[in-house]
């Protein structure tokens, strides 16, 4: 049973740009959550999100930023007109629904560079 | 400050020794959760304890939960160099949508 997937692992963008982090939970999960990490930091929460549905977004910065996860294929976090602020690595974990979702399992996250 | 805060900042021990991390926390919760993670990785979970357990095992690895005091301690017992890493605490507050919330996190180095 393959872990939670994330890709790019790197990604460089110049201000201005977009860019667009992919998340595939573990087979079975239905329950995706994205996390940020800046240096030297703990992982701050950022969106909850389950099939075709956004949960919690309550983390998420109103402008620029958006996430979504269809009924096929991958999580998708988006940050349109990036600014070196958003350098961080970006992780995602998944979960079971039910009493599953107790536990969190996260990927290998993607490191973004703003230059 | 933060609703999970871990203490010590960073812990450096010998090789055989035991490893204590402390976290603390400021509102009700579900659970507690602690993660490791190596440098540059992502994380990886170790334990779960709940708000009615007061104490639970893995392998090496010891977690207390006090919630009359809201905090945690992790015990590694015989460190090993591969235990070189940053630890987490998570909390799952309660009615927060099961998200997490960590602290800043503890730098263990484990000297060979």
């Known amino acids: 049973n393959a872990g939670v997937m994330q890709n790019p692992r790197h990604l460089v963008r110049r201000r201005g740009q977009e860019a667009r982090l992919r998340c595939s939970p573990m087979?079975?999960?239905?329950?995706v959550y994205w996390y940020r990490q800046l240096p030297e930091e703990g992982l701050k929460f950022m969106v909850y999100?389950?099939?075709?549905?956004?949960?919690?977004e309550s983390g998420m910065p109103k402008e620029r930023f958006s996430a979504e996860f269809p009924k096929e294929g991958p999580s998708i976090l988006r940050i349109q007109q990036v600014v070196r602020g958003d350098s961080a690595a970006y992780f995602c974990?998944?979960?079971?629904?039910?009493?599953?979702?107790?536990?969190?399992?996260f990927g290998p996250g993607t490191r973004l560079l703003v230059l | 400050s933060q609703q999970g805060e871990e203490d010590p900042q960073a812990l450096s021990i010998q090789e055989g020794e035991n490893a204590t991390m402390n976290c603390s926390y400021k509102?009700?919760?579900?659970?507690l959760q602690w993660y490791r993670q190596n440098s540059g990785r992502g994380l990886v979970h170790l334990i779960l304890?709940?708000?009615?357990?007061r104490e639970k095992h893995s392998g090496r690895l010891r977690v207390t939960l006090d919630t009359s005091k809201k905090s945690s301690s992790l015990l590694i017992t015989a460190s090993r160099a591969a235990d070189t890493a940053s630890y987490f605490c998570?909390?799952?507050?309660?009615?927060?949508?099961?998200?997490?919330?960590f602290g800043k996190g503890i730098t263990l180095s484990v000297r060979p």
């Open positions: 087979k079975g999960h239905s329950h």
């Open positions: 974990a998944s979960s079971l629904p039910g009493l599953g979702k107790e536990t969190q399992y």
């Open positions: 509102t009700s919760i579900n659970n």
């Open positions: 998570a909390t799952d507050v309660r009615g927060a949508n099961s998200k997490l919330t």
């Open positions: 999100l389950q099939k075709e549905n956004i949960i919690d």
């Open positions: 304890i709940r708000s009615n357990e």
